[in-house]
């Protein structure tokens, strides 16, 4: 059985402060990964793919891949009240039963005032 | 259309009642997912469309949901003989390749 597991959290950080958020997935062969950000009471909102070894930035977001290790993680910097959501990880599983793409439960992260 | 649309965005049926949830998805994707998500719970998947090819539909939780794609476009999950236990947000989600993009889900409400 193929996962992606993740923190349930929450997750709770300073304004200002950086947030990090974990994923570690079972299958060695994947080979795409996703960020997404879910709002409360909205859906899911793609934020970050990463698909090498490495860190890949686009503006207060970093998402950082470890094949070997099976880890990929999202570092939010200088966090804000509005990066409040629930951050799920996915990750592209080819051959997988799951239609290619796999999702963890998510972390809620809190960011306070 | 711009990005992924469902309708209707809320559903409220008598328990018994058959339901069908509408996706239309970002033209030229050819893969399209269906998720379920219960309150404070993750996405669970439940089938996936991928161009011509056979559909999978090992996520489907019983053989009173189905789902059709027609001309590889528009695609409708059918619930018959709706229960309560099938309440949830119904998400669609379409993919050019590995990124995938969702709609803003179906609230289906069984009473």
């Known amino acids: 059985q193929k996962e992606v597991e993740q923190n349930s959290g929450p997750l709770s950080v300073p304004e200002g402060a950086i947030a990090s958020l974990n994923c570690t997935y079972s299958?060695?062969?994947?080979?795409?990964f996703f960020w997404y950000r879910q709002y409360s009471g909205k859906s899911p909102e793609l934020i970050m793919s990463?698909?090498?070894?490495g860190d890949k930035e686009d503006g207060r977001f970093t998402a950082q891949l470890n094949k070997a290790s099976q880890y990929v993680s999202l570092l939010i910097r200088d966090s804000q009240p509005s990066d409040s959501a629930t951050y799920l990880c996915?990750?592209?599983?080819?051959?997988?039963?799951?239609?290619?793409?796999?999702f963890g439960k998510g972390t809620k992260l809190s960011v306070k005032p | 259309g711009a990005g992924v649309s469902q309708s209707p965005s809320n559903k409220v049926t008598e328990k018994g009642k058959d339901v069908e949830l509408r996706c239309d998805p970002i033209?030229?994707?050819?893969?399209l997912y269906w998720y379920r998500q219960s309150l404070g719970q993750g996405l669970e998947f439940l089938i996936y469309?991928?161009?011509?090819?056979?559909?999978?539909k090992s996520g489907l939780p019983s053989d009173r949901f189905s789902a059709e794609r027609t001309g590889g476009s528009v695609s409708t999950l059918t619930i018959q003989r709706t229960q309560q236990e099938d309440s949830a947000v119904y998400l669609c989600?379409?993919?050019?390749?590995?990124?995938?993009?969702f709609g803003q889900g179906t609230r289906l409400t069984v009473v």
């Open positions: 299958d060695r062969v994947s080979q795409s």
């Open positions: 033209s030229g994707h050819t893969a």
């Open positions: 989600a379409s993919s050019s390749g590995f990124e995938a993009f």
């Open positions: 996915a990750v592209a599983d080819y051959g997988g039963s799951q239609g290619n793409l796999i």
């Open positions: 469309f991928q161009g011509n090819s056979a559909p999978d």
């Open positions: 990463i698909y090498s070894n």
